[in-house]
């Protein structure tokens, strides 16, 4: 039996998830494994965990960006900022559900991916999502207009359900197995994993599954 795929849960509004899907097919192709790609909803994420976004605080937004750059330049990869962040990617994340459904999903992804965070353009408009498909090969135009179907509307909002049931926080998240690897900086984790290294063996992950008590808690200062 073929190993199962690796699964990519990710939303373009990321540039993290952008610098992983230039380097997971690789990785993956190594190992003798396959890429799963799931668009989900990073907004839902959020909400669901109580988190705020980088660009919801600023000193963090600040260092990711600079974090960003230097990770895009050591991979060789082309980082621009994008027109608008945050901006809202649902139409990009519902027209690329549908044409997973058809398995033209690949080349689509990346050409959306470099809309955004190469080319600095807006994928919330339809028509740039429509060009940015066409430009692919695809139907632009039936794609745009089959992502307004209330069936990919669900479907968009089952996948980023089964996400958060599953334990997804954040984009992007690979699951390899039962194991989940948060953004692109896991991914030497990642491959440990897949190369059969995994240091974190049964034993010593049930030591750190048993409850722990408390001594302390946080309070919150303000000012």
């Given at each position: ?138 139907d632009g135009a039936r794609l ?80």
């Open positions: 039996m073929p190993p199962t795929p690796i699964r990519f849960y990710f939303d373009y509004i990321s540039p993290n998830a952008y610098l992983a899907w230039t380097q997971l097919p690789r990785l993956a192709e190594k190992y003798g494994r396959t890429v799963e790609p799931v668009p989900i909803l990073y907004a839902a994420l959020l909400d669901a965990n109580g988190q705020l976004g980088p660009g919801e605080m600023p000193a963090k937004g600040r260092w990711m960006a600079k974090n960003n750059l230097r990770k895009a330049a050591l991979v060789g990869v082309t980082l621009n900022p994008p027109a608008f962040l945050p901006f809202n990617p649902l139409l990009a994340l519902r027209v690329t559900t549908v044409a997973l459904g058809m398995h033209e999903g690949t080349a689509l992804i990346s050409a959306l991916f470099e809309a955004v965070w190469v080319h600095g353009m807006h994928l919330s408009e339809s028509g740039v999502v429509e060009r940015v498909a066409s430009d692919a090969g695809l745009v207009a089959e992502a307004d179907d209330p069936e990919i509307k669900a479907e968009l909002r089952r996948r980023t359900d089964e996400a958060i049931a599953l334990g997804v926080f954040g984009v992007p998240t690979v699951v390899a197995g039962d194991d989940l690897f948060w953004g692109y900086d896991d991914f030497p984790q990642l491959e440990m994993v897949l190369a059969g290294k995994d240091p974190v063996t049964p034993a010593v992950w049930q030591k750190w599954t048993a409850p722990v008590p408390a001594s302390a808690s946080r309070r919150r200062f303000r000012s």
